[in-house]
């Protein structure tokens, strides 16, 4: 098999760590640009002296120039500003887009055959231009939201059950922000509902209830617990390792189920945008994308979320983008 090559367009915290795991796994030769001289060159260099004590056979290139990019087979998105204080939701919107369309046209010039993942934020303004500007077939241009945030609900039931994270089955739907859709009644350990077993852990239904009610509500603010806590930054590790899930799924064509923000064709009752949902993910992107029966509430709560999505799209046409 000849060698891939992956593209990881910001060498910020997220792209750093993308590079270590890729290389890591050996899943490919990386390029790593950043708009910003020489940081990237840094990063790589340092990944790549680790290559003897972690035994891994890739190259690492760090660059600012888009042509090295050329040809790559996947190419993940991170590029972006995080918002300053004071800076309004449309400012951040605009200074995001405004790069997501530069790095939307180099990925269409240099590597037009291939798969993208974003994960900039807003997230689902992003995938939504970085399609728009390159052309690609929307199963190609694919978003990570729903990996991390599935992650993090399954770990929030892991350590509430006192189980191991590894039998957990969580999904989270929905948009990439507050209005994110959690879904209780699908939860399990291994095949085991999550709501059952908090009922016979507190043998009361109501205090189950609350439980599952604050993982929920802890589940929609993770991003911001974390930034508050680290005060410089947001997650950086849980999100490489979430869109490293992705690449793997595609760059292997192992078909795995995947919650992805993906473009809806009529699937869920919604069409004409990217929202998050379960999808099976392989050599082409987003292969299919897996309808589950919702109840009137999960509905409710799902259209709402794409409500907060509509919301989004519809300020990047009135920003001009
Ligand atoms: N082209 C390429 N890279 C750019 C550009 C640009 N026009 N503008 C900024 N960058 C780079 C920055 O120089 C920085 O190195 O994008 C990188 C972003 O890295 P960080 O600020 O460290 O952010 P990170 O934690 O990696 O998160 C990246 O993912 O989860 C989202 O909200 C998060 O949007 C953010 C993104």
Redesign the pocket.
């Known amino acids: 098999m000849p060698r891939r090559k992956i593209a990881l367009?910001?060498?910020?915290?997220?792209?750093g760590v993308l590079t270590q795991l890729i290389a890591l796994e050996e899943l490919g030769d990386v390029v790593l640009?950043?708009?910003?001289e020489d940081?990237p060159q840094g990063k790589g260099l340092d990944i790549a002296e680790a290559s003897r004590v972690d035994q891994f056979d890739v190259t690492v290139k760090g660059t600012n120039n888009y042509q090295d990019i050329g040809g790559a087979d996947l190419v993940i998105v991170?590029?972006?500003?995080?918002r300053k204080p004071g800076m309004s939701r449309d400012d951040l919107l605009i200074t995001?887009a405004k790069?997501m369309q530069?790095?939307a046209e180099n990925i269409k010039k240099y590597a037009p055959n291939s798969i993208v993942i974003v994960?900039?934020?807003p997230?689902d303004a992003m995938v939504t231009l970085c399609q728009k500007v390159t052309g690609f077939a929307h199963n190609k241009v694919i978003g990570q939201a729903g990996v991390l945030d599935s992650s993090r609900f399954a770990t929030f039931i892991a350590w509430e059950l006192g189980v191991s994270v590894k039998d957990i089955n969580a999904l989270v739907l929905g948009g990439h922000g507050d209005t994110m859709v959690p879904l209780v009644r699908y939860a399990n350990v291994n095949g085991i509902p999550v709501m059952e077993l908090l009922e016979r852990k507190y043998k009361d239904a109501a205090k189950a209830k609350e439980v599952m009610d604050a993982m929920v509500q802890r589940t929609k603010m993770a991003g911001g617990e974390v930034v508050k806590l680290l005060k410089t930054?947001?997650?950086?590790y849980s999100?490489a390792a979430s869109a490293i899930a992705m690449a793997k799924a595609v760059l292997n064509d192992e078909k795995r189920v995947l919650p992805t923000c993906a473009y809806l064709n009529g699937e869920f009752g919604i069409n004409g945008y990217y929202v998050g949902v379960p999808a099976v993910l392989g050599a082409n992107g987003v292969e299919r994308v897996i309808e589950i029966s919702l109840n009137e509430e999960e509905k409710n709560m799902l259209n709402n979320s794409v409500e907060a999505v509509k919301v989004l799209v519809a300020d990047m046409d009135r920003l001009g983008f």
């Open positions: 367009i910001g060498g910020g915290q997220i792209g640009y950043d708009i910003v940081l991170t590029a972006g500003l995080p995001n790069i530069t790095v994960i900039s934020n997230l930054g947001s997650a950086f999100p």
